[in-house]
């Protein structure tokens, strides 16, 4: 499985943007999806995630409210919208794919398997 993260770039705080992330190869859009990100300095930390059906998100509480995880299992796309951006969100996110697929594990049992190179995010205040 191969992911290509985009959308990223430079927001003042109280800004939108939305991430894409394009996935190919096998079994793709059976496979729950997920964001992540890592500040400089900082571990990476999870952000959301979706089921592969897109009956079922995850979110971290920081951004609960704020950003929209889905998905467009017709073009094996996931994508990230992020509203109300704060400077604390600036970050490299990830996408991710998990390992299993058509699996009804739950957030803390999923294992992530498949990463993409990442897309800057800065939010300016």
């Known amino acids: 499985v191969q992911l290509q993260a985009s959308g990223g770039g430079l927001v003042q705080a109280g800004g939108s943007l939305r991430l894409s992330c394009a996935a190919s190869?096998?079994?793709?859009?059976?496979?729950?999806m997920g964001w992540f990100r890592q500040a400089p300095g900082k571990e990476r930390e999870f952000v959301a995630a979706?089921?592969?059906?897109?009956?079922?998100?995850w979110y971290d509480d920081s951004v609960k409210g704020r950003f929209t995880i889905s998905r467009d299992n017709a073009k094996n796309t996931v994508y990230l919208q992020m509203n109300s951006l704060k400077p604390e969100d600036t970050a490299v996110y990830y996408c991710?794919?998990?390992?299993?697929?058509?699996?009804?594990?739950?957030?803390?049992?999923?294992?992530?398997?498949?990463w993409g190179q990442g897309t800057q995010v800065t939010v300016s205040s």
């Open positions: 991710a794919a998990a390992a299993a697929t058509w699996s009804r594990a739950s957030i803390e049992n999923i294992d992530w398997s498949y």
């Open positions: 190869g096998r079994l793709a859009s059976a496979r729950a």
């Open positions: 979706i089921n592969w059906s897109g009956t079922t998100t």
